[in-house]
């Protein structure tokens, strides 16, 4: 494949890394995609918003491919991370400082896998109020970065498999694969909540997305690499 080839229609699978956000990975290689051919633009675009503490796959759809952005936002995603117990953030993530610490004498295996439990299935869920959701015209995060009061509506979404290692306790390690709009950090501030306790997302990875899986993925650099090193 030539590198014209690629750019007319391709669809690459990244391991987006920590503390870059998704329009960092398109960004880049949108730019020495344009380096490489001596053009001003070139379409690219990428089929599923990865926060910037979270790692792992994203898809990025090139040129005729952007065509296909939608259906692969639609298709279900798994994620791996861990929870952390007894504490939380205003973003329900390590993006913001600890604010809150609560008991977790009283957890136990037992309440830790009825917990688990009730969130398979369809179950309502509030996005965060630090997340790019649209409030009368703005993103969530900016409102509540500003200290202003953000409510957001609550929407249904599908978790169809949830496991759990509580071997680290109060670390609990999981693996969750569930249907598209899903906030991992809402999962954890309710999984926190549901113990009767609070829970800060501290690590995320996502492995998969449709049929396509993080095993697959190359790096932004090999993928610099592949672009600059592919004739024309």
Request: glycine fraction near 6%.
């Amino acid at each position: 494949m030539s590198i014209q080839t690629f750019a007319e229609g391709s669809t690459i699978l990244v391991d987006k890394p920590l503390n870059w956000t998704s329009f960092d990975v398109v960004n880049k290689l949108r730019w020495n995609l344009k380096q490489k051919l001596g053009v001003k633009k070139i379409k690219v675009g990428h089929a599923g918003t990865l926060d910037p503490l979270a790692t792992g796959l994203l898809i990025l759809c090139i040129g005729k491919h952007t065509k296909t952005i939608e259906e692969m936002i639609a298709a279900d995603k798994t994620y791996t991370g861990t929870f952390l117990v007894g504490k939380t953030t205003p973003s329900y993530d390590l993006e913001s400082e600890y604010n809150e610490e609560f008991s977790i004498s009283h957890i136990d295996e037992a309440l830790l896998e009825k917990v688990r439990l009730s969130f398979l299935g369809e179950i309502d869920q509030v996005p965060p109020i630090f997340s790019a959701k649209q409030v009368d015209g703005k993103r969530a995060y900016d409102l509540a970065r500003a200290g202003k009061e953000v409510i957001l509506k609550s929407n249904k979404v599908k978790i169809s498999d949830f496991s759990i290692d509580a071997s680290r306790f109060p670390e609990v390690d999981f693996k969750i694969s569930c249907s598209k709009g899903t906030y991992i950090r809402s999962i954890a501030h309710d999984f926190g909540k549901a113990l009767e306790s609070g829970a800060t997302l501290i690590d995320l990875r996502r492995t998969a997305s449709g049929d396509k899986s993080i095993e697959q993925a190359k790096s932004v650099d090999e993928w610099i690499s592949f672009i600059q090193d592919t004739p024309l």
